[in-house]
C-alpha cells in the first residue's frame, strides 16, 4: 500500500473547529463562568496552580472554554500569563505570623502550640454519592448559608491569632536541627531554562506549578518503597495570605503550606542515629495533596539519591510539568507523514520486512 503526502485543508480544520463549539452547547449553554468559580472551587484552584497565575476569574474562563479539561484550562492560562508584563517581585511571606488560618493539623502531635483546627475538609466524610434532588439540594443550601452566617461571630483582623510554626517548637527542645539563613536570591524559572545540578528555588517553583497528579504519583512511589523514607505530616495549614510588593498592598491568596517530617539515619562518630529532617510544600488554593506530595519530593530531590526515580531530579522536573508533557504528547496526533514515510523506506531497504523472530 502506497503512502502520499497530504496537506491540511483550512476548511477541514474551520469546520472542526466550529464542531467542537457546537458539542459544548448541544445539550444547552448551562454552565456559567461565576458558576464553576462559585462552586468548582477545588477545580479552579487546581488549575491556577499548576498554570502558575493566581486568578480565580481566569481559570474558572479557561475551565468554562475548555469543557472542563484540566490539561486545556493549564494550557491556556499559561499562555495568557506569557503575555503579562513582570513588574516586580512580593515581599517575603512569614505564615507564621501574615497567613489568616482556615486550617491547621498537625499527623505528628495531637497537642500543638496553638491548637489544631480541622476547618473545610473532605478527610471527615463519609465518600457516598449525593442523591438529593435540585428542590431538596436548594432547601438545604439555604437552610446552611442561614445558619452559618448566624454562627460566625464579627471579627477584625486584628483579633486574628498567630500560630507558631510546630517545626519552630521541635527546635526550641533540641530536637530538630537548626536552619542555616540562606537569602541567595531565587532563580526565576521562568526567565531562565533550568540546568542541572539545580539550586533549591528552581525545584520548589517547578514542583509548585507541577501536574497534581503527577506530583501525587511520584511521592506515593517514594512512600511505598522506591525512595528512603516514610513522611509525617509535621504541619499542614491553609489560610489567605497578603502579599506585597514595595511596601505595597497587592492582594491577597488562597494557599496550602506543608511541612514534612523526614526521618533519616545519620552516622554520628560511627553510631548510627535518627533525625528529623523537612520536606516544603506551599501551592496556590486548597491542594492538600498536591502540597504534602511537594514536601515529599523536594526533601527526595534534597537527599539527590538518583538510585530511585524520585531522587533524580532530572526525571521528576522535567517529567512533572503539564505544559511540557500534554503538548508533547498532543503533537502527535499532528501530521508525522514524511518522518513516518522516512521509517517505511528505512524496513523496505533493510529487506522488505520486520523480522519477528525473538
Known amino acids: 500500500m502506497a503512502y502520499v503526502a497530504v496537506k491540511g485543508g483550512q476548511k477541514a480544520i474551520e469546520a472542526s473547529l466550529k464542531l467542537l463549539a457546537y458539542q459544548k452547547i448541544s445539550e444547552g449553554d448551562l454552565v456559567t463562568i461565576e458558576s464553576i468559580k462559585a462552586n468548582m472551587k477545588l477545580l479552579v484552584d487546581q488549575v491556577m496552580s499548576e498554570a502558575s497565575l493566581y486568578s480565580p476569574d481566569l481559570a474558572a474562563r479557561s475551565l468554562w472554554q475548555a469543557e472542563g479539561s484540566v490539561e486545556e484550562a493549564v494550557f491556556l492560562l499559561r499562555a495568557y500569563r506569557s503575555t503579562l508584563e513582570r513588574i516586580g517581585y512580593t515581599e517575603r511571606v512569614e505564615t507564621n505570623q501574615d497567613m489568616l488560618v482556615k486550617r491547621r493539623i498537625s499527623a505528628a502531635f495531637k497537642d500543638i502550640p496553638g491548637g489544631q483546627i480541622l476547618g473545610a475538609s473532605y478527610d471527615y466524610m463519609h465518600r457516598l454519592i449525593d442523591f438529593s434532588t435540585p428542590e431538596n439540594y436548594a432547601e438545604q443550601v439555604a437552610t446552611l448559608l442561614k445558619e452559618f452566617q448566624a454562627f460566625v461571630p464579627e471579627t477584625t483582623l486584628t483579633d486574628l491569632p498567630k500560630y507558631p510554626k510546630v517545626a519552630d517548637y521541635l527546635r526550641e527542645v533540641g530536637l530538630l536541627q537548626p536552619v542555616l539563613q540562606n537569602n541567595t536570591p531565587p532563580v526565576d ?12 528555588s528552581e525545584r520548589l517553583q517547578t514542583l509548585t506549578r507541577g501536574m497534581s497528579q503527577a506530583l501525587m504519583m511520584l511521592a506515593y512511589a517514594v512512600i511505598r518503597g522506591f525512595g528512603p523514607t516514610h513522611p509525617t505530616v509535621g504541619e499542614l495549614r491553609v489560610g489567605d495570605v497578603s502579599l506585597y510588593v514595595d511596601d505595597q498592598y497587592i ?21 548510627e542515629e535518627m533525625e528529623i529532617e523537612i520536606g516544603y510544600g506551599f501551592v496556590f488554593g486548597r491542594n492538600e495533596t498536591k502540597a504534602i506530595s ?40 499532528l501530521p508525522h507523514y514524511v518522518t513516518f514515510q522516512s521509517k517505511l523506506d528505512s524496513i523496505r531497504k533493510t529487506g522488505g520486512h520486520v523480522s519477528h523472530e525473538l
Open 189 to 200: 524559572v521562568t526567565k531562565k531554562l533550568i540546568e542541572f545540578p539545580t539550586q533549591r
Open 251 to 271: 492582594g491577597t491568596i488562597e494557599a496550602t503550606e506543608v511541612e514534612m517530617f523526614m526521618p533519616v539515619t545519620v552516622k554520628n562518630d560511627g553510631v
Open 294 to 333: 511537594m514536601g515529599i519530593l523536594d526533601h527526595s530531590l534534597e537527599t539527590k539519591d538518583a538510585t530511585h526515580p524520585a531522587g533524580d531530579e532530572e526525571f521528576v522536573l522535567y517529567h512533572v510539568d503539564s505544559i511540557e508533557s500534554t503538548g508533547f504528547l498532543s503533537h502527535l496526533k
